[in-house]
């Protein structure tokens, strides 16, 4: 069984505590870039400011083992701009958009990285 898939669909449910539950016992064999960002993603849904930053944290340690991983750098640009990190978020978002420019909300990921002046 992947570990990640449960991750998900308990994130999905908006149940925080069975979702960090199940991504710390499948890191128990050891965290993966999946692990992470599923880890990141629990923690930018529920949004509260410290959790945005622990997003980031967590976004980035996904991105560092698996750099290939568009869905980490994107939550990492959504949690950095939230967090008053403008310039960082959007590199990571820029990042996102060179690993999947065919991304489902590439326009409005595009909204959110251009200069004041093109918007």
Request: proline share 4%; hydrophobic share 50%.
């Amino acid at each position: 069984m992947r570990c990640d898939t449960p991750c998900k669909h308990k994130i999905q449910l908006n149940d925080f505590g069975a979702s960090a539950y199940l991504i710390a016992a499948c890191a128990a064999r050891g965290w993966t870039a999946a692990l992470w960002r599923a880890r990141g993603d629990l923690y930018r849904a529920r949004g509260n400011p410290r959790d945005l930053v622990n997003a980031a944290h967590f976004y980035a340690q996904a991105t560092a083992l698996d750099p290939s991983l568009a869905a980490a750098e994107r939550g990492l640009g959504l949690a950095l701009i939230r967090t008053g990190r403008l310039a960082e978020g959007q590199a990571a978002l820029r990042r996102y958009l060179a690993l999947d420019p065919a991304a489902g909300d590439a326009t409005m990921i595009a909204a959110l990285i251009a200069a004041p002046e093109d918007r």
